[in-house]
């Protein structure tokens, strides 16, 4: 009996993958111009130069120009978001850690707008993005051990409020000042939309999130061991400052491309690990990438959803805090909000 | 004997400073009138002002030009009064939370208040109802904010380090904010730009419509908390400590919060989410007069007003854009409530 479910878990990844890759396909078909799926594997096929079909200059369009990198860019945001949190959570021993309460998504969408207010080029985004996001996350570590509020985890979060509601302020005032007429751009964008994703943000978030997912995959023994407790860990014989070191680096670089590429998009990296933790336990060799597929999954679908049942596109990021935080409300309502230290 | 004669030069002392406050106070508000793109002299701001508020006074002086007269009552003056009663709400409602809660981290905008304000507000711009139906949704709105924090909080509840309570009051707001996007979402874009300029807090919409829409609940609010600020003081024990001195503690909790969800609601309603005045000017107070509510409660006010008059001050002369108040007092706050609780290592009073 405990073997089968043992079995159910390991296999989880798995089913995971196919229901993704499904969901992938099947959403090429939504849309404000719906494709019947028999058209759609002969638009596939002709594309791919195997069956010659009658198909229209709109339908190519859409099959092979505007849907595939929107839906992959929404999946590979999901991935990103959902790995992070995972690893975030692990690596800090705290259920109610994501990368927007640390303030990671507010310095990397200061630094986006910044980059874009003097206006420099999309290389230039990316990296004030990363700056702002790893600058971000440190003061929020450094303040949150300055205030040492009991270590119960609350003072990270705490601190990761304040660092956030001050890097947007910071967005707001640059929004103030700009004047290259950005402004309804960077409004929209900061909510969160997978609106105007193209293969240019495609081939960055792809690289960013692949690269990081494969080093978060690698550590996976690591976080299992930081998961114990520094002093465990120490003994052990792993270097438990620079692991932290490379998870908090890889973990911004990854935030910091999903936000440069899809704006703020909240509460997504909190609760995928939760609801994969109750699928696949707390082992971060099988809990990784479950976080992974579910985020993809969880994001894609929203990005399904505002695109096909609202009619004027309901920024993702919106959704996801409008749907996110009654499901935190009633994880920290079951964890009595204990954290794991105790 | 001895201990008493501490008391007495305590109270003393604390007088003193609300004193000078208040002085302080009404020497600022006149200052903002001279200041700004046309800036007057100060004997000439006064005299124009003292006209204005004596109700039987003289004809109108002739050395006073029309434009003088015009930029101190039509412009200046509700700008300025809103700034003042802004800062009172917020500082008075902030000390209140505080006490009541036991907690110097709460601050109207961090129960979940300011953003329950700010979705009825939104409801009821996009309903395009009146200004003092703005205030009842405003108000309704809040409450519910407030309630669901506090509901949140007590199912949550395990070691009562008052933490709990600011973090249910981060998600009870993430989500009001949602809801105020799905709103920004669904306005056409007349609202939306109303909305958006407004949430962000902005004085710059100043009439004598709006003074008055927040000058009577902090006046009338503001004076009821006054009426129970030895009730706060006892709040501030404990809940039961409070109970044998035969105090209704749930009776009074409700009471503070439906006051301060009123002087929110209407704060929101007239000048959007002016953030982290609510929490700061408390500290600040405290560290004047100590924790006393019978003078921390005026000394808040005081001192909210300001700190606003001082921000909107910058934004007229030296910045002399309308960046709006509310990113500033964030930007300037933050900074402060970090310091603050770095000094003071904050415990939440509960523990000690």
């Given at each position: 009996?405990?073997?089968?479910?043992?079995?159910?878990?390991?296999?989880?990844?798995?089913?995971?993958?196919?229901?993704?890759?499904?969901?992938?396909?099947?959403?090429?078909?939504?849309?404000?111009?719906?494709?019947?799926?028999?058209?759609?594997?002969?638009?596939?096929?002709?594309?791919?130069?195997?069956?010659?079909?009658?198909?229209?200059?709109?339908?190519?369009?859409?099959?092979?120009?505007?849907?595939?990198?929107?839906?992959?860019?929404?999946?590979?945001?999901?991935?990103?978001?959902?790995?992070?949190?995972?690893a975030?959570?692990g690596m800090m021993?705290?259920?109610?850690?994501?990368?927007?309460?640390?303030?990671?998504?507010?310095?990397?969408?200061?630094?986006?707008?910044?980059?874009?207010?003097?206006?420099?080029?999309?290389?230039?985004?990316?990296?004030?993005?990363?700056?702002?996001?790893?600058?971000?996350?440190?003061?929020?570590?450094?303040?949150?051990?300055?205030?040492?509020?009991?270590?119960?985890?609350?003072?990270?979060?705490?601190?990761?409020?304040?660092?956030?509601?001050?890097?947007?302020?910071?967005?707001?005032?640059?929004?103030?000042?700009?004047?290259?007429?950005?402004?309804?751009?960077?409004?929209?964008?900061?909510?969160?939309?997978?609106?105007?994703?193209?293969?240019?943000?495609?081939?960055?978030?792809?690289?960013?999130?692949?690269?990081?997912?494969?080093v978060i995959?690698l550590l996976r023994w690591r976080i299992n061991l930081l998961s114990l407790?520094d002093?465990?860990a120490m003994?052990i014989g792993i270097d438990t400052r620079k692991l932290r070191w490379i998870i908090i680096i890889i973990v911004?670089?990854?935030?910091?491309?999903?936000?440069?590429?899809?704006?703020?998009?909240?509460?997504?990296?909190?609760?995928?690990?939760?609801?994969?933790?109750?699928?696949?336990?707390?082992?971060h060799?099988?809990?990784?990438?479950?976080?992974?597929?579910?985020?993809?999954?969880?994001?894609?679908?929203?990005?399904?959803?505002?695109?096909?049942?609202?009619?004027?596109?309901?920024?993702?990021?919106?959704?996801?805090?409008?749907?996110?935080?009654?499901?935190?409300?009633?994880?920290?309502?079951?964890?009595?909000?204990?954290?794991?230290?105790? | 004997?001895?201990?008493?004669?501490?008391?007495?030069?305590?109270?003393?002392?604390?007088?003193?400073?609300?004193?000078?406050?208040?002085?302080?106070?009404?020497?600022?508000?006149?200052?903002?009138?001279?200041?700004?793109?046309?800036?007057?002299?100060?004997?000439?701001?006064?005299?124009?002002?003292?006209?204005?508020?004596?109700?039987?006074?003289?004809?109108?002086?002739?050395?006073?030009?029309?434009?003088?007269?015009?930029?101190?009552?039509?412009?200046?003056?509700?700008?300025?009064?809103?700034?003042?009663?802004?800062?009172?709400?917020?500082?008075?409602?902030?000390?209140?939370?505080?006490?009541?809660?036991?907690?110097?981290?709460?601050?109207?905008?961090?129960?979940?208040?300011?953003?329950?304000?700010?979705?009825?507000?939104?409801?009821?711009?996009?309903?395009?109802?009146?200004?003092?139906?703005?205030?009842?949704?405003?108000?309704?709105?809040?409450?519910?904010?407030?309630?669901?924090?506090?509901?949140?909080?007590?199912?949550?509840?395990?070691?009562?380090?008052?933490?709990?309570?600011?973090?249910?009051?981060?998600?009870?707001?993430?989500?009001?904010?949602?809801?105020?996007?799905?709103?920004?979402?669904?306005?056409?874009?007349?609202?939306?730009?109303?909305?958006?300029?407004?949430?962000?807090?902005?004085?710059?919409?100043?009439?004598?419509?709006?003074?008055?829409?927040?000058?009577?609940?902090?006046?009338?609010?503001?004076?009821?908390?006054?009426?129970?600020?030895?009730?706060?003081?006892?709040?501030?024990?404990?809940?039961?400590?409070?109970?044998?001195?035969?105090?209704?503690?749930?009776?009074?909790?409700?009471?503070?919060?439906?006051?301060?969800?009123?002087?929110?609601?209407?704060?929101?309603?007239?000048?959007?989410?002016?953030?982290?005045?609510?929490?700061?000017?408390?500290?600040?107070?405290?560290?004047?007069?100590?924790?006393?509510?019978?003078?921390?409660?005026?000394?808040?006010?005081?001192?909210?007003?300001?700190?606003?008059?001082?921000?909107?001050?910058?934004?007229?002369?030296?910045?002399?854009?309308?960046?709006?108040?509310?990113?500033?007092?964030?930007?300037?706050?933050?900074?402060?409530?970090?310091?603050?609780?770095?000094?003071?290592?904050?415990?939440?009073?509960?523990?000690?």
């Amino acid at each position: 009996m405990i073997n089968s479910a043992l079995f159910i878990q390991k296999k989880t990844p798995l089913i995971l993958g196919i229901l993704l890759l499904s969901t992938i396909i099947v959403s090429l078909g939504f849309g404000s111009y719906p494709i019947d799926y028999n058209r759609i594997t002969e638009i596939i096929l002709h594309l791919l130069g195997i069956g010659d079909y009658a198909v229209t200059l709109k339908e190519i369009a859409i099959i092979e120009y505007i849907r595939p990198p929107r839906i992959l860019v929404a999946t590979l945001s999901g991935i990103a978001l959902g790995v992070s949190g995972a690893a975030l959570q692990g690596m800090m021993r705290n259920p109610l850690v994501e990368p927007n309460l640390v303030g990671v998504t507010g310095g990397a969408a200061f630094g986006g707008v910044l980059a874009i207010v003097i206006g420099l080029a999309q290389a230039g985004t990316i990296l004030l993005s990363f700056i702002g996001g790893l600058g971000a996350l440190l003061s929020t570590f450094t303040l949150a051990k300055i205030m040492n509020l009991r270590s119960d985890g609350i003072a990270l979060i705490m601190a990761g409020f304040f660092v956030g509601s001050f890097c947007l302020a910071g967005v707001g005032f640059l929004e103030f000042y700009d004047k290259s007429g950005a402004l309804p751009n960077i409004v929209y964008w900061l909510l969160g939309t997978f609106r105007g994703a193209d293969f240019t943000k495609l081939l960055l978030i792809s690289t960013t999130t692949l690269i990081g997912l494969t080093v978060i995959i690698l550590l996976r023994w690591r976080i299992n061991l930081l998961s114990l407790g520094d002093v465990d860990a120490m003994a052990i014989g792993i270097d438990t400052r620079k692991l932290r070191w490379i998870i908090i680096i890889i973990v911004t670089f990854m935030v910091s491309s999903q936000v440069a590429v899809s704006g703020i998009i909240g509460w997504v990296g909190l609760i995928v690990p939760h609801i994969a933790r109750m699928l696949v336990g707390p082992d971060h060799r099988l809990l990784l990438p479950t976080s992974a597929l579910l985020g993809g999954l969880f994001v894609l679908g929203l990005d399904t959803i505002t695109r096909s049942v609202t009619q004027g596109e309901i920024p993702v990021g919106v959704l996801s805090a409008f749907i996110g935080t009654p499901i935190v409300s009633f994880i920290f309502w079951k964890t009595k909000t204990k954290g794991w230290n105790e | 004997m001895r201990q008493n004669d501490k008391a007495i030069s305590s109270y003393i002392k604390s007088n003193g400073i609300l004193t000078i406050l208040t002085a302080i106070t009404v020497i600022s508000v006149i200052a903002s009138l001279c200041i700004g793109t046309y800036p007057l002299p100060f004997s000439k701001a006064f005299e124009i002002m003292m006209h204005f508020i004596w109700p039987w006074s003289s004809d109108y002086n002739t050395e006073w030009t029309a434009k003088e007269i015009i930029i101190i009552e039509l412009i200046r003056m509700p700008r300025v009064l809103l700034a003042v009663f802004v800062g009172v709400a917020l500082g008075i409602s902030g000390t209140a939370l505080q006490g009541m809660m036991r907690n110097p981290l709460v601050g109207p905008d961090l129960v979940g208040v300011a953003s329950g304000a700010a979705f009825g507000g939104v409801l009821a711009v996009m309903m395009d109802m009146s200004s003092y139906t703005m205030v009842i949704m405003a108000f309704g709105g809040g409450m519910m904010g407030m309630v669901m924090t506090f509901a949140l909080a007590s199912l949550s509840k395990s070691e009562s380090n008052g933490m709990t309570l600011i973090l249910s009051g981060i998600f009870v707001g993430a989500f009001l904010m949602a809801c105020v996007g799905l709103g920004q979402f669904f306005a056409n874009d007349g609202q939306l730009n109303e909305i958006t300029f407004w949430l962000l807090g902005t004085l710059t919409r100043a009439n004598e419509e709006r003074v008055w829409t927040i000058a009577i609940p902090t006046l009338v609010g503001g004076s009821a908390l006054m009426f129970i600020r030895w009730r706060l003081n006892i709040l501030s024990l404990n809940d039961t400590d409070a109970m044998s001195l035969g105090i209704n503690v749930r009776l009074i909790r409700w009471v503070i919060i439906s006051i301060v969800a009123w002087i929110v609601a209407s704060q929101v309603a007239v000048s959007g989410i002016v953030a982290w005045i609510g929490l700061v000017i408390p500290h600040f107070a405290r560290m004047l007069v100590g924790p006393d509510h019978r003078s921390l409660l005026p000394a808040s006010a005081l001192l909210g007003a300001l700190f606003v008059l001082a921000i909107d001050a910058l934004t007229r002369t030296v910045i002399q854009e309308e960046i709006p108040i509310g990113v500033l007092t964030t930007l300037i706050g933050t900074p402060i409530i970090i310091l603050i609780f770095w000094k003071k290592q904050t415990k939440g009073w509960i523990s000690d």
